[in-house]
């Protein structure tokens, strides 16, 4: 066997937004699989605003990026060689590995999609995947959310806050949603959102989301950080939560970026901040992709995804993220 | 009747340390009552951090003093005159008034203090007042502290402090106490806290946190806010919770103060930041002060006063509480 192996790997830590100087192409040749292992031509790669954070040498819930290695992420792909016992060429997997067109894996952290699953394989990416789940659990679990609240959603036309966001819907929540372009909103209202806000073209945010929210916000799902989440904290209802799932204002910063300046407002509306992540329900996603693929199917969860072509689109793609110029779920289709 | 009466008025906005430019004495004669009112003659007045949030005009959970107001805050007297149906001459009375010699009330945020009371009257200001119901909900309910957990306290020598770490131990955890004297720390440790920081001689304080807790907090504390908020959020474990009940470090601040630098933490530990609001357990105020006398009673929990004599000290004994050289919960004794 030999394969030509194409990558990107993290060569320097990245100091603010990401150029070729921390994330750089190469090739290498595979040429031998070890017993038990398994080789993969990936076919989706995910592109998502957390891997930032694992490029960066600070503590997190995953380790970071080794410099040299390559830029890990999700991805979807066929197994091609095989001397795993569990696997045969042509199975369908997914899980995590990284920005390459092909993977060597031991099968750690990789599943196999079932053969007659009925979904496109990008959805173990996206919607099925760890942004469905994650809307899925932040929502249905971490929020405490309850029928009839208010639900305020950061980043609403993203990957995670459509999803989100159409989930409380379906729970029976007041939602409103906040994009960053004209575009974005007529999406999110056709999503079913009651309200959104365009924050671009929005000067006095604390009072938008007042206006929107009338009866004050009960949970606020923050992606973001920033400005955005200040305002939110000078709306919250007495024992609201704010959902911490992400901080894509702050990922390229080169400074270090403090929490809200609103701070106090957490202890003067007896608020919660609960930190999710997606992990803690590692036991539980076989039940929720189905839910999630049951709502799909019935027409009840909408999503997008934004496939980008071409395996030497990574970086681009990912830069975009940040830029808000991407629109749903970014893949790269290798 | 005719009552000289002097008292501590807010005539402007503080910026930073409190100084005669903002809280300034005053003299006024009470020649008369309305029906329904009585008159207080203050024996004890408390100081508390809290009231330099309330001479701010920010948003939180009471409404500022207003300018041309008496200093709000908590005080303990003697009836001397009342047109009140509920109060007679010579009751004893402790609740809500302000910074004064005399206080008109007619009951609002009032209660009497039981004439077969054993506790000295100063108590009702102290470790079965507010601070001493914050310390109970707090470590009891709030916190979700549980036994074998290990509590880290900040302001461990203050009132709260002092008293919320005690209630720790009496229910099975390892705590750690912070404090800024090598006097405060012996005090600390006297009280049965397992370890105690001076974080005046620390230069790492999360290394040092790291050290006094070595299986990791479940659950901080915080009075305090700033420099040790983010070195105990990088300490946090898995699911902990940080208890958020003050932020002395800021109340001074002349600029806005943000949030903690560490606040990624939040989210890469699955941790929450729990907002604590005393009010929020009024209905249980008097099942916890009976709990916390019995406490007291059986020498279970010690508390100190730091009663400084004569009226006309309140503003030199409120500013030493943030430069730390209070020692134990601070009363003016009128």
């Known amino acids: 066997m030999m394969y030509k192996n194409k ?17 750089t192409q190469r090739e290498q040749i595979i040429e031998s699989l070890e017993d038990g292992e398994m080789l993969i031509e990936n076919q989706f790669i995910s592109i998502d605003p957390a891997i930032r954070g694992w490029m960066s040498d600070e503590p997190s819930y995953m380790s970071p990026i080794e410099i040299g290695s390559v830029i890990r992420s999700s991805t979807v792909g066929k197994v091609v060689e095989s001397r795993h016992q569990d696997y045969q060429i042509g199975d ?3 899980g995590l590995s990284g920005w390459e067109t092909f993977s060597v894996s031991n099968g750690f952290f990789m599943n196999k999609i079932p053969e007659n699953s009925p979904y496109p394989v990008n959805y173990y990416l996206s919607v099925m995947g760890a942004v469905g789940l994650t809307a899925y659990f932040a929502i249905t679990d971490r929020s405490g959310l309850k029928p ?3 639900l305020l959603m950061s980043a609403a036309a993203g990957a995670v806050g459509s999803i989100g966001g159409q989930i409380a819907k379906l729970m029976g929540c007041r939602v409103v949603g906040l994009a960053g372009s004209e575009e974005k909103c007529n999406w999110v209202k056709h999503l079913g959102f009651d309200d959104v806000i365009n924050y671009k ?11 929107a929210c ?25 024992h609201a939560r704010v959902l911490f799932c992400g901080s894509i204002a702050s990922y390229n910063a ?7 300046y609103n701070w106090w407002q ?21 039940e929720a992709a189905l839910t999630i693929g049951e709502w799909v199917d019935a027409g009840k969860i909408e999503f997008k995804e934004d496939v980008v072509k071409g395996f030497d689109n990574c970086v681009t793609a990912f830069n975009r993220l940040f830029d808000g110029s991407n629109n749903g779920k970014m893949l790269i289709q290798v």
Chains 1, 2 share one sequence.
Do not use: C, H
């Not at 929005?202 to 007042?210: G, H, K, N, S, Y």
């Open 214 to 238: 009338p009866e004050g916000v009960d949970v606020y799902f923050d992606n973001v950080g920033g400005e955005i989440l200040d305002a939110a904290l000078l709306n919250l209802n007495s």
């Open 254 to 260: 080169t400074e270090p970026v403090p929490g809200p």
């Open 148 to 150: 009839g609240e208010t």
């Open 92 to 94: 369908m997997v997914y």
């Open 266 to 286: 957490i202890l003067a509306r007896s608020a919660e901040v609960r930190g999710f992540l997606v992990s803690d329900y590692l036991d539980r996603f076989p």
């Open 7 to 23: 990558q990107f790997y993290l060569r320097a830590r990245p100091d603010g937004v990401v150029t070729d100087k921390a994330v």
């Open 201 to 211: 073209e929005t000067t006095d945010m604390t009072a938008a989301i007042e206006k």
